[in-house]
């Protein structure tokens, strides 16, 4: 029965409504008015976006080490006089 398939893939697998539908060839909409109905559901749900919030935050934090650290080692009188120009264009600029 694919109602024991989706519950398994997702619980046990931990695949998306997405995937799922993909495997058992049926509709998101209805594997996910099945997995709803499962008292388990919302807490594997909240344990996915923690886990997806941490995991934005680390891939965030790598980011910022690699690419912000480099625009800022360079920083004279002729930069900021080149960002205040062209910050001043920006908000000059009509708006019609």
Do not use: C
């Not at 909240?46 to 680390?58: G, H, I, L, T, V």
């Amino acid at each position: 029965m694919w109602q024991e398939q989706a519950k398994a893939l997702f619980f046990m697998e931990k695949k998306s409504i997405r995937e799922i539908s993909i495997m058992l060839l049926k509709s998101e909409k209805s594997i996910y008015r099945y997995l709803k109905k499962l008292p388990e559901y919302k807490q594997e749900k909240e344990k996915r976006k923690k886990a997806n919030s941490q995991k934005r935050k680390a891939y965030q934090k790598q980011w910022d080490r690699q690419n912000r650290a480099e625009r800022y080692t360079n920083i004279s009188g002729e930069s900021i006089r080149r960002e205040h120009d062209v910050a001043a264009m920006i908000l000059s600029a009509e708006r019609h």
